[in-house]
């Protein structure tokens, strides 16, 4: 099966969407975003809801290349979406981890945990 991957550039009307999505957040992404801010490691920013190409990622640290997701039940029954998009961003050079929202609010020293540890890395 051939992906069609999306254009490479942003368009200025995912940038709008992209900066409208930080009001409409989970719980859990206000959660893991106030994290993410309180407890930088090595100087590494992320941003929040950052587009690249056609989608729009929850975090991005575009300077290691790292992106979270945080996914809901919606994400059941978009598999072969989340494939394509996952494949789209690691073309690019991007790591992707997900998470689902329970594990952001009951876990988020864990999540947390991971998150630092593929920046650095560590296996």
């Not at 290691?64 to 945080?70: A, F, G, S, V």
Request: aromatic share 8%; hydrophobic share 35%; charged share 25%.
């Amino acid at each position: 099966m051939k992906l069609s991957l999306p254009p490479k550039t942003t368009t200025s009307k995912m940038m709008r969407r992209a900066g409208q999505l930080p009001h409409n957040q989970t719980e859990a992404e206000a959660k893991l975003w106030s994290r993410l801010r309180a407890h930088p490691v090595d100087g590494i920013q992320f941003r929040r809801q950052h587009a690249i190409g056609k989608y729009i990622v929850d975090f991005c640290a575009p300077r290691r290349k790292l992106i979270i997701e945080i996914d809901g039940s919606q994400h059941l029954a978009q598999d072969e979406y989340d494939l394509e998009r996952t494949r789209y961003l690691e073309s690019l050079g991007y790591r992707v981890l997900r998470f689902w929202n329970n594990e952001v609010m009951n876990n988020t020293d864990t999540v947390m945990s991971v998150v630092w540890n593929k920046i650095n890395k560590v296996p």
